[in-house]
């Protein structure tokens, strides 16, 4: 709040942003749907946020690969050139508690104020149509790496996709090139892992 007036919301930052967006809403839940909808094409940014955290805390085995096949549907959408994500209705209904919502904000704050302070807009037409298609592709194959059982890449995935997601919401074209160079880092070393163990079970057996 500047001089009794609410800032732009192109103008916010990634955690006012997101408590703006609950803001809107009277309740104790809100549907993802509606909470999506003040976000525009920053929606894919925050969705990709929510598809990074469950990779830094313990959960079941192959949560990662659950996550990957989401991050590949959210890469299609941008690779189609959607301005916003398309939820299906089922999914746009379901309803989230706004107090858990707050409550993973407060969780998250310390990286979120990290990245904030590194991430500003600039380059920002690398943001925006039709340059998304670029990262549409490079989400695509984050999310197949990440679907991949490659063991102890969960954190580092992790943290490309919180990278990609602030990169993404805080209209950072630069960090979304580091982004994009790491994911093709990242491919090239996973398919040499993939042949030097492949070499390693023929020699074996």
Same mark, same amino acid.
């Given at each position: 709040m500047i001089?009794?007036?609410?800032?732009?919301?192109?103008? #916010?930052?990634?955690?006012?942003l997101l408590a703006a967006a609950l803001d809107r809403h009277d309740g104790d839940r809100i549907?993802?749907?509606?909470?999506?909808?003040?976000?525009?094409?920053?929606?894919?940014?925050? #969705?990709?946020?929510?598809?990074?955290?469950?990779?830094?805390?313990?959960?079941p085995l192959g949560i990662g690969g659950v996550m990957g096949v989401l991050v590949i549907a959210l890469g299609l959408q941008m690779l189609a050139g959607l301005e916003h994500p398309w939820l299906p209705r089922w999914l746009a209904r379901r309803t989230l508690s706004?107090?858990?919502?707050?409550?993973?904000?407060?969780?998250?704050?310390?990286?979120?104020?990290?990245?904030e302070r590194i991430c500003r807009p600039r380059l920002e037409r690398?943001?925006?149509?039709?340059?998304t298609i670029a990262s549409g592709l490079v989400m695509i194959?984050?999310?197949?790496?990440?679907?991949?059982?490659?063991?102890?890449?969960n954190y580092l995935f992790g943290a490309m996709l919180l990278a990609f997601a602030f990169a993404l919401i805080e209209r950072d074209g630069a960090l979304l090139v580091l982004v994009w160079l790491a994911t093709a880092a990242s491919v090239l070393l996973s398919a040499t892992f993939?042949?030097?163990l492949l070499k390693l079970f023929r020699d074996l057996f």
């Amino acid at each position: 709040m500047i001089g009794g007036m609410t800032a732009p919301i192109h103008d #916010l930052r990634t955690t006012e942003l997101l408590a703006a967006a609950l803001d809107r809403h009277d309740g104790d839940r809100i549907a993802l749907g509606d909470l999506m909808e003040p976000l525009r094409r920053r929606a894919f940014g925050f #969705l990709l946020l929510l598809l990074a955290v469950p990779n830094f805390i313990p959960v079941p085995l192959g949560i990662g690969g659950v996550m990957g096949v989401l991050v590949i549907a959210l890469g299609l959408q941008m690779l189609a050139g959607l301005e916003h994500p398309w939820l299906p209705r089922w999914l746009a209904r379901r309803t989230l508690s706004r107090t858990a919502l707050r409550r993973f904000l407060a969780r998250i704050a310390p990286v979120t104020r990290r990245l904030e302070r590194i991430c500003r807009p600039r380059l920002e037409r690398l943001t925006m149509r039709p340059l998304t298609i670029a990262s549409g592709l490079v989400m695509i194959l984050l999310g197949l790496l990440l679907a991949l059982p490659i063991p102890f890449t969960n954190y580092l995935f992790g943290a490309m996709l919180l990278a990609f997601a602030f990169a993404l919401i805080e209209r950072d074209g630069a960090l979304l090139v580091l982004v994009w160079l790491a994911t093709a880092a990242s491919v090239l070393l996973s398919a040499t892992f993939s042949h030097a163990l492949l070499k390693l079970f023929r020699d074996l057996f």
